[in-house]
C-alpha cells in the first residue's frame, strides 16, 4: 500500500481483556517495529522484526505484550489481560531495508483506552 | 547506553522568524540522523534527514550536523503557525544497527 496502515484506529477494552492491533505496512519494506507513545510522552519501543530474522523483543514491557509477523507481511500486536496502564496510541512503522539512508515511515496509530 | 537528548521547549518564536531546534547524541558510531515532526494526536512524520557534517537544506529546513561535538539541530525559517509541532530528533547507529534511537521531543510554538 501507499502508506502504513493500522487498524482500528481506536479501541476501548475492558481491564482484563486482550486486544490485538494490526500493521499492515508499506509493500516491500522489510523491517517493521512497533512503538507505544503515552499522552505526552515519547516514543516507547517495543519490538522489530526483520525479514526472517529472529524479532528483537527487549522492548516488551511484560509477557502479556506479544507480536507476531509473517514474512515481510503484515503484524499483529496482542496485549493481553489489559491494564489501564496499557492505555496509550500504539504506533507500527515500517522502513525499506536495513541501512543507514532510511528512517522510519509510521502509520496513524491505535489509540488503546483501558476502563 | 545510547541517548538522544533534546530540551522539551516549549520554544515559542513570533511567526517569521527562524527557529532553532537543538539535539544532541551520545553514542559516538551514530550515522544517520533523522528529525520528525508530530502534531497533536498525530503520528511522526520524517522531514529531513542528514548523513555527513554540515548543512542539509529544504525548503524552509536546514539540518545541521556536526559529529564532533555530537550534535544535530533543525533550523526553520520564516516560522508559521503551521508549522507548531512536537520535533523529533533521532539517530541511528552504524553498521547492523537497525533500531532509532529517539529524542523526547521538542515543542515548538510559533506565535502569530
Known amino acids: 500500500g501507499a502508506g502504513v496502515s493500522q487498524s482500528p484506529s481506536n479501541k476501548v477494552t475492558e481491564k482484563g481483556k486482550d486486544v490485538e492491533l494490526r500493521c499492515d505496512p508499506i509493500s516491500g519494506h522489510t523491517a517493521l517495529y512497533w512503538y507505544r507513545q503515552r499522552l505526552g510522552q515519547g516514543l516507547e519501543f517495543l519490538i522489530y522484526?526483520?525479514?526472517?530474522?529472529?524479532?528483537?523483543k527487549s522492548g516488551l514491557p511484560s509477557d502479556r505484550f506479544s507480536a507476531e509477523r509473517t514474512g515481510e507481511s503484515v503484524s499483529t500486536l496482542t496485549i493481553q489481560r489489559t491494564q489501564q496502564e496499557d492505555s496509550a496510541v500504539y504506533l507500527c512503522?515500517?522502513?525499506?531495508?536495513?541501512?543507514?539512508?532510511?528512517?522510519?515511515?509510521f502509520g496513524s496509530g491505535t489509540r488503546l483506552t483501558v476502563v | 547506553q545510547k541517548e538522544v537528548e533534546q530540551n522539551s521547549g516549549p520554544l515559542s518564536v513570533p511567526e517569521g522568524a527562524i527557529a532553532s531546534l537543538n539535539c544532541t547524541y551520545s553514542d559516538r558510531g551514530s550515522q544517520s540522523f533523522f528529525w520528525y515532526r508530530q502534531y497533536s494526536g498525530k503520528s511522526p512524520e520524517l522531514i529531513m534527514s542528514?548523513?555527513?557534517?554540515g548543512d542539509k537544506e529544504d525548503g524552509r529546513f536546514t539540518a545541521q550536523l556536526n559529529k564532533a561535538s555530537q550534535y544535530v539541530s533543525l533550523l526553520i525559517r520564516d516560522s508559521q503557525p503551521s508549522d507548531s509541532a512536537t520535533y523529533l530528533c533521532?539517530?541511528?547507529?552504524?553498521?547492523?544497527?537497525?533500531?532509532?534511537?529517539f529524542g523526547k521531543g521538542t515543542k515548538l510554538s510559533v506565535i502569530p
Open positions: 533521532a539517530a541511528l547507529s552504524g553498521a547492523g544497527s537497525y533500531q532509532l534511537t
Open positions: 542528514i548523513y555527513s557534517n
Open positions: 512503522a515500517s522502513r525499506p531495508i536495513p541501512t543507514e539512508a532510511y528512517g522510519y515511515t
Open positions: 522484526f526483520q525479514g526472517n530474522s529472529a524479532p528483537d
